[in-house]
């Protein structure tokens, strides 16, 4: 069973930048795509950015420019940079994995979420 840890999060002021990570513990080599989804207060989860195995990457069209993800294969771990942050990017940022190449919201592994909040 994958175990899915993100760390990172936290306050920033607008402008400013924040990287996230996820360790992938257990069976690493059984994931495939991994990546990031956010929930805004009141709004639908969203994904913001995910890699495969390959380093194949996609983004949402709001984070493109500013978020850059990546992943370390040989520490089992995925980060997040995110730069020149918005308010509107406040959200609770989760981890998820897949076997597959694609990660969505039917994705078996996720991490607990981690909070940022982007205020002056």
């Known amino acids: 069973q994958v175990q899915l840890v993100e760390s990172g999060g936290g306050l920033v002021q607008p402008g400013g930048s924040l990287r996230l990570s996820c360790v992938a513990a257990?069976?690493?080599?059984?994931?495939?795509?991994m990546g990031w989804y956010r929930q805004p207060p009141g709004k639908q989860r969203e994904l913001v950015a995910a890699?495969?195995?390959?380093?194949?990457?996609n983004y949402a069209d709001s984070v493109k420019g500013r978020f850059t993800i990546s992943r370390d294969n040989a520490k089992n771990t995925v980060y997040l940079q995110m730069n020149s942050l918005k308010p509107e990017d406040t959200a609770v940022y989760s981890c998820?994995?897949?076997?597959?190449?694609?990660?969505?919201?039917?994705?078996?592994?996720w991490g607990q979420g981690t909070q940022v909040t982007v205020s002056s």
């Open positions: 998820v994995a897949d076997r597959s190449r694609v990660v969505d919201g039917r994705s078996r592994y």
């Open positions: 257990r069976s690493f080599a059984s994931i495939n795509a």
């Open positions: 890699i495969t195995r390959d380093g194949i990457t």
